[in-house]
Structure formats: structure tokens, C-alpha cells
């Protein structure tokens, strides 16, 4: 059984930064595809950020260069890196893993609260 660990998120003020960490566990195939979606309150569930199987990465519009996502495959661990944060970041965020982009597994979620 697949399990992903989500750590890091947190309050922190507009303008601050947080690193969110995800740990996968259980897998016995390569994840290809991981990373990160939010939701926030009243809203559905959107992706951040991914890599994509090929290994390249992908950020939507509204976190492009603010944002940053990585991974140590020698831990099966993905993280972002979140710079310059809004109060429209403000979310549930969780981690998404699989051998595609759908059909995978999720995380817990984390609470990222961005205010003053």
C-alpha cells in the first residue's frame, strides 16, 4: 500500500516563505508523476505544480516564479518550495503521486494559512 507523508505547511505571513515535503512509501514501480494540488475553501481542487513523466515540470500560471517544485528519488521525497506568498495561496495542499497523471495516490493534505 502506497502511503504519502505530507509535511511543512503552516501559518506565515504575506510575502514569507514555506517548504512543503512529501514522503512516499510502499511503491514498488518508480512514481513518474509527482506533485502538488491545493484547495481552498469553496473552490476545487487545482494543481500547483508536477514532473511530468518526462521529467519535466510544470507550475500553474498563478505560482510561476514564486514557486518551486523538487525531488530526491533516493528518497521518494517531492517538495515545494513556496516564496512570496499571498493570501490567495491560502489552501489545503496535497501531494499526488503515481505511474500517471491521474490514477494515483494522495496525501493527507496540509493546511497552508497565508495572513497577517
Known amino acids: 500500500q502506497v502511503q504519502l507523508v505530507e509535511s511543512g505547511g503552516g501559518l506565515v505571513q504575506p510575502g514569507g516563505s514555506l517548504r512543503l515535503s512529501c514522503a512516499a512509501s510502499g511503491s514498488r514501480f518508480t512514481l513518474n508523476v509527482m506533485g502538488w494540488y491545493r484547495q481552498a475553501p469553496g473552490k476545487q481542487r487545482e494543481l500547483v505544480a508536477r514532473?511530468?513523466?518526462?521529467?519535466?515540470?510544470y507550475y500553474v500560471d498563478s505560482v510561476k516564479d514564486r514557486f518551486t517544485i523538487s525531488r530526491d528519488n533516493a528518497k521518494n521525497t517531492v517538495y515545494l518550495q513556496m516564496n512570496s506568498l499571498k493570501s490567495e495561496d491560502t489552501a489545503v495542499y496535497y501531494c499526488?503521486?503515481?505511474?500517471?497523471?491521474?490514477?494515483?495516490?494522495w496525501g493527507q493534505g496540509t493546511q497552508v494559512t497565508v495572513s497577517s
Open positions: 514532473f511530468l513523466p518526462n521529467g519535466r515540470t
Open positions: 499526488y503521486a503515481g505511474l500517471d497523471i491521474s490514477g494515483g495516490y
